[in-house]
């Protein structure tokens, strides 16, 4: 049974404490600022949005890039421009929260929240250019652990399905998943991890679209 990380003061899941904050504001308003914070490393999604709104998000054809994703605090602390009316609402709204939180633990709960905010980065980042049949296999993954052969015999058929996979092997069609730990292995088996499953959370709480090409 999957066991998200909670909030210790709410005992509610951060990444539903984080979807709930974010919910808290104007849609779109949320959206534009999410993407002005993390606009430089968000640059390669920009460009695949065809379109969005509360219904979802439209991507063009994902290309899988082969460059690494970390987590970078500087990035996320860049200059913005607090001129904006809706950076100042989300200003005063954490002012105002963490005038409710004693001193000795504000710190704490500034961090998580940058934290929190880095990892969408990177689940952003992974949604440009995931291919929907590697969410499928997230999603079975998140039912059970799949043996090494059933994978390999699952991957043939996609080869079939998919004329472009069939110029790849297994290991090339999971390094994607591999690179954001999305999945692990041992000597028999694939499983997903903990940020898979997030992952999953991530995709149904911001109504993305799982119907990618391939």
Not at 109 to 122: A, F, S, V
Not at 157 to 167: A, D
């Amino acid at each position: 049974m999957f066991n998200p990380p909670y909030d210790a003061a709410t005992g509610i899941p951060y990444l539903q404490l984080l979807v709930e904050s974010i919910r808290a504001v104007a849609w779109p308003t949320a959206v534009v600022l999410v993407i002005w914070i993390f606009r430089d490393d968000l640059k390669p999604l920009l460009a695949k949005i065809e379109s969005f709104g509360p219904s979802g998000v439209k991507i063009s054809q994902p290309s899988q890039p082969t460059q690494s994703i970390e987590g970078d605090s500087e990035t996320a602390l860049g200059e913005i421009a607090l001129s904006d009316p809706v950076a100042r609402e989300i200003d005063q709204s954490i002012r105002n929260e963490l005038n409710k939180i004693p001193q000795e633990r504000q710190k704490e709960k500034l961090i998580t929240g940058l934290t929190l905010g880095l990892l969408q980065r990177n689940f952003f980042a992974a949604y440009a250019d995931i291919f929907g049949s590697q969410i499928r296999a997230l999603e079975a993954l998140n039912e059970r652990n799949i043996s090494k052969s059933e994978a390999h015999s699952m991957f043939t058929k996609l080869q079939k399905e998919f004329e472009p996979f069939k110029e790849w092997n297994l290991d090339q069609y999971l390094q994607f998943l591999r690179r954001f730990k999305f999945i692990d292995e041992t000597k028999e088996h694939y499983c997903i991890t903990e940020t898979g499953r997030n992952f999953l959370v991530f995709l149904s709480s911001y109504g993305l679209s799982k119907n990618r090409n391939l």
